[in-house]
């Protein structure tokens, strides 16, 4: 279960700002996952995104839900 405070830490290595990147992001919206586990996730993805656009890595990737 999500607490609300996710730790993560992603490496593309070596990054190449010529390169596209493809990431699909998958939520669970099954009976397992109530509407607070589904919120956090979606929140855990915002921020993942917001990550991707301050470092300026956006730009090179195609996003996908």
């Not at 830490?9 to 070596?14: E, F, H, V």
């Not at 917001?50 to 956006?58: L, P, R």
Request: hydrophobic share 35%.
């Amino acid at each position: 279960m999500l607490d609300g405070d996710v730790d993560y830490t992603l490496n593309i290595s070596p990054y190449q700002p010529n390169t596209e990147y493809n990431i699909s992001y998958v939520i669970d919206n099954s009976g397992s996952m109530d509407q607070g586990e589904i919120q956090a996730a979606k929140n855990a993805y915002i921020d993942l995104t917001n990550y991707f656009i301050d470092e300026g890595i956006a730009e090179n990737i195609n996003f996908n839900v």
